[in-house]
């Protein structure tokens, strides 16, 4: 997928205090793990099972749009998360920090991390609609590897042997689908790499989760509405014609921007470590999906990158866990 919590850098953007002189209620899931629960680990973990499925089951919702096409779904997914973001960000008063935080060097990157997560859209939608939903899931479990080898390319992060092996044999994995030609591979590389470099640009940006997304979302709004009003203008838009697909069209707001303050509620009560290993849970339900439910054929190639992926993820989460454990 969309956002990278980091410790002490923003990623708790719910203030239980002033929802509760608000009376909020609608949005109590987001408080304090205190006054949720008595089990804040928990309340964080079941906040991000939920997030996480939500993003793996994505494409049961994308594929109900298959008549619609990509560009406009996403026109449609960026305007109505705009403006349930918006409608959050003034219930909770937040407009005047997050628009002080994206100024300058910040709003630049978010600039970037628009862009970015636009084309990571895109081509997640247009994978579902053409029968890629197996190479989109690939590319999600390639994610959490190459985030790790951004980090030590660009951030000169450290690696672990364990982690270095991980990288090395989903290179592998990835080289053996190139030269067995069977799928889509630039597919998984395209969710991968725009999916990894967005983290990479949130992660420096100084900007919460809430705020940075109604900032991504601000600024990809003028396209999206462009996109809309030109298919409207030549007799091919979606919106208005049929009740279902209509809902369905509105639904892309909440269907975005719900996964994500799952998340963000996940992030204040979990370690990072539990985080990264429920990021597992998307592509497995994707392949899944793809598999069991869209019955996409599977190539002896495919399945041998699959395989080695699989490894260099599970070399990756033991890795993560002795590093927790020697914290």
């Not at 705020?211 to 298919?231: D, K, M, N, R, S």
Request: glycine content about 10%; hydrophobic content about 60%; proline content about 3%.
């Amino acid at each position: 997928m969309l956002v990278r919590a980091k410790r002490g850098q923003g990623d708790c953007f719910f203030d239980s205090d002033a929802m509760g002189r608000r009376g909020l209620a609608s949005l109590r899931i987001f408080r304090d793990g205190a006054g949720m629960t008595a089990n804040p680990h928990r309340s964080g973990l079941l906040l991000g099972v939920g997030a996480y499925v939500s993003w793996g089951l994505l494409p049961l919702y994308l594929h109900l749009l298959t008549g619609v096409p990509a560009l406009q779904v996403l026109a449609h997914r960026v305007v109505w998360s705009l403006l349930l973001l918006a409608a959050i960000v003034l219930a909770m008063r937040r407009a005047g920090p997050i628009l002080a935080a994206a100024r300058g060097r910040t709003l630049l990157l978010l600039c970037a991390s628009a862009a970015l997560i636009a084309v990571n859209w895109l081509v997640y939608i247009w994978a579902v609609q053409n029968g890629h939903v197996l190479e989109a899931s690939l590319g999600y479990f390639i994610n959490p590897l190459l985030n790790v080898a951004l980090g030590m390319l660009l951030l000169g992060e450290r690696l672990t042997r364990l982690q270095a092996a991980a990288i090395g044999i989903a290179a592998v994995g990835v080289i053996i689908f190139a030269a067995g030609g069977g799928g889509a591979l630039w597919v998984s590389l395209v969710l991968a790499l725009s999916f990894g470099f967005y983290g990479l640009i949130r992660k420096v940006a100084k900007i919460d989760a809430l705020g940075g997304l109604t900032v991504e979302t601000l600024i990809l709004a003028p396209f999206a509405l462009a996109v809309l009003a030109q298919a409207n203008g030549a007799g091919t838009g979606a919106l208005g014609h049929d009740p279902r697909l209509t809902l369905l069209l509105v639904l892309a707001g909440p269907v975005t921007a719900a996964p994500l303050l799952l998340f963000a509620a996940a992030a204040r009560r979990l370690r990072y470590t539990t985080i990264g290993l429920l990021q597992f849970i998307a592509p497995t339900l994707q392949f899944l999906l793809a598999i069991l439910v869209y019955h996409e054929p599977i190539l002896a190639t495919q399945l041998a990158t699959f395989a080695l992926i699989w490894l260099g993820c599970g070399l990756y989460a033991w890795s993560s866990i002795q590093r927790a454990r020697a914290a």
